[in-house]
Nanobody, 123 residues
Framework: VQLQASGGGLVQAGGSLRLSCAVS????????IAWFRQGPGKERERISC????????YYADSVKGRFTVSRDNAKNTVFLQMNSLKPEDTAVYYC?????????????????WGQGTLVTVSS
């Protein structure tokens, strides 16, 4: 199982950025896929998680309404579209995967991680 996150960069507050997570070695249908982030001096935060069982995506309150997860099954890639970015969104962003059946919930502990990609939002 491999995940590779990309797309980070420097953006002004109010701007947008799209992160990509290329996955290989497993079937999307069998794994929950999540995005995490860790800002400077902050705890790691799960910002989204998509259940492989019911297809629901759960968002953290901090990003709800601004961030959207999508995926391209043909390219085995998950995207995180980030709009209306704020300086407090500055963080290293990671994608992660975990197998299992999740109905009405999504895990917080993940087994497989990609390397992070840095997002910096300037004020």
């Amino acid at each position: 199982v491999q995940l590779q996150a990309s797309g980070g960069g420097l953006v002004q507050a109010g701007g947008s950025l799209r992160l990509s997570c290329a996955v290989s070695g497993f079937d999307f249908d069998d794994y929950a896929i999540a995005w995490f982030r860790q800002g400077p001096g902050k705890e790691r935060e799960r910002i989204s998680c998509t259940s492989p069982t019911d297809g629901r995506t759960y968002y953290a309150d901090s990003v709800k309404g601004r961030f959207t997860v999508s995926r391209d099954n043909a390219k085995n890639t998950v995207f995180l579209q980030m709009n209306s970015l704020k300086p407090e969104d500055t963080a290293v962003y990671y994608c992660a995967a975990k197998g299992g059946i999740y109905i009405g919930n999504c895990p917080y502990n993940f087994r497989f991680w990609g390397q992070g990609t840095l997002v910096t939002v300037s004020s």
